[in-house]
C-alpha cells in the first residue's frame, strides 16, 4: 500500500485480556517504530526494528509488552495481560533508514481502550 | 526525564497572524530537530526539520529557528490558515537515531 497501515483502528478489551496490533510499514522500509500516545500526554517511543531485530527495547513499558517483526515487513505489538493504564493510541512509523533525516511515516494508529 | 518539552498545551492566533509555537530541549548531544503535525484520528505528519548546524530553515509558511544556546526551537506559521488547527509535536533525533517527541500544542486558527 501507499501508507503505513495499521489494524484494528480501534480495540475495546476488557482488562486481563491480551491484544495484538498489526503494523504493515510501506514497503521496502526497513526501519520500524513503534509508539503509544496516552491521554494528555507527548508520543512514548516503545520500540523500534531495523530489518527484523530490535536494538532497543528499553521503551516497552513492561514484560507485558512484547513485539516482533518478520520478513522485514509486518510487525506485530503483543500486550498480555492488559490493565487500564494501557489504553492509549498505539502509532506505528516507518522509514527508510534509521534516522530522522530518512523522516518518518506514520500510521493511523490503533486506539486501544481497556475496560 | 522530559527530554523535549512543549509548555504551552494549546494556542490560539487569529486567521492570517502569526502562529508562534514554541519547544525547549535538554539533551545538547541533539543533531536534528522536527515538527510533525498531527490531526485528530490520523498519524502525525512531517511538517519541518532543522539540522544542529544551521539556525533556520523556511519552507513556504513555515520557519523554524533553533537557538542552539539556549536549547530552544520555535516553528513559525505565518500567514495562519483554518487548516492549520492541529496539535503541533516538536521532535528530537538523539545519537541512537530514536526521535524523541514533546507533548504536543494544540493550535486553534480563529476565524
Request: hydrophobic fraction near 30%; aromatic fraction near 12%; include cysteine.
Amino acid at each position: 500500500g501507499a501508507g503505513v497501515s495499521q489494524s484494528p483502528s480501534n480495540k475495546v478489551t476488557e482488562k486481563g485480556k491480551d491484544v495484538e496490533l498489526r503494523c504493515d510499514p510501506i514497503s521496502g522500509h526497513t526501519a520500524l517504530y513503534w509508539y503509544r500516545q496516552s491521554l494528555g500526554q507527548g508520543l512514548e517511543f516503545l520500540i523500534y526494528f531495523q530489518g527484523n531485530s530490535a536494538p532497543d527495547k528499553s521503551g516497552l513499558p513492561s514484560d507485558r509488552f512484547s513485539a516482533e517483526r518478520t520478513g522485514g515487513s509486518v510487525s506485530t505489538l503483543t500486550i498480555q495481560r492488559t490493565q487500564q493504564e494501557d489504553s492509549a493510541v498505539y502509532l506505528c512509523a516507518s522509514s527508510l533508514g534509521w534516522g530522522a533525516n530518512y523522516g518518518y511515516t506514520f500510521g493511523s494508529g490503533t486506539r486501544l481502550t481497556v475496560v | 526525564d522530559q527530554q523535549v518539552k512543549q509548555n504551552s498545551p494549546s494556542l490560539s492566533v487569529q486567521e492570517g497572524r502569526i502562529s508562534i509555537l514554541n519547544c525547549d530541549y535538554t539533551n545538547s548531544m541533539f543533531d536534528y530537530f522536527l515538527w510533525y503535525k498531527k490531526y485528530p484520528a490520523e498519524g502525525p505528519t512531517f511538517l519541518i526539520s532543522i539540522s544542529s548546524i544551521k539556525d533556520k530553515n523556511e519552507d513556504g509558511r513555515f520557519t523554524v529557528f533553533l537557538n542552539k544556546s539556549a536549547k530552544h526551537l520555535s516553528l513559525h506559521i505565518v500567514p495562519s490558515q483554518p487548516g492549520d488547527s492541529a496539535v503541533y509535536f516538536c521532535a528530537a533525533n538523539s545519537r541512537d537515531d530514536k526521535i524523541i517527541f514533546g507533548k504536543g500544542t494544540r493550535l486553534h486558527i480563529l476565524p
